[in-house]
């Protein structure tokens, strides 16, 4: 049996972190949290991606949040998505008429994550967006960032935000254009191509 000198720290071998939770695919995610549009309306788009780690490696079981105005650029003030019935606490969900502005999804076993939303309308002086949180394993503290849709160039152009980073970096919060409104979106948490994050103070 070989002797390791654990006097010095350059002979004693890195061990593998072991995360003990949070484990968001249980009780965060519920029914139908991706379907953030009412069925049948008319804005509708389409959003799916895949959430990488730093390796590149399709990370399993995210969180992603989305927050979204209506395509007017308001910030919708009615009752949340997880509506419960008040006679048995049972899991109601959204009514499918209202707009909450609201989407929690979970990845699936291959990173993938899809949601149905508004197209959301400009507030203020920036181009039109979707605020995103992603939470996964490893991750201390939630992350921030924004889906931008590509479709109005020059607002996008102007955008505060985007107009402060360079073309390689904007292009990380620009989604991809996949017709019939369906949008791409990755995240990349770490390593080449990480997707730009925000702090708030």
Known sequence: MTKIDTSRPETVLPTPSHTVG????????????????????????ALHGYVYDGNGDPVPDALVELWGPDPDGEVPRVDGSMRRDPATGGFLGRNGVEFTGFGRIATDANGHWSARTLRPGARGRGAPHLSVCVFARGLLVHLFTRIYLPDDQAALAADPLLSRLDEERRGTLVAGDRGNGTYRFDIRLQGEGETVFLEFR
Do not use: N, R
């Open 22 to 45: 949070p484990f968001y695919g249980h009780a965060l995610p519920f029914p139908g949290g991706g379907d953030v549009a009412p069925a049948g309306h008319p804005d509708t788009i």
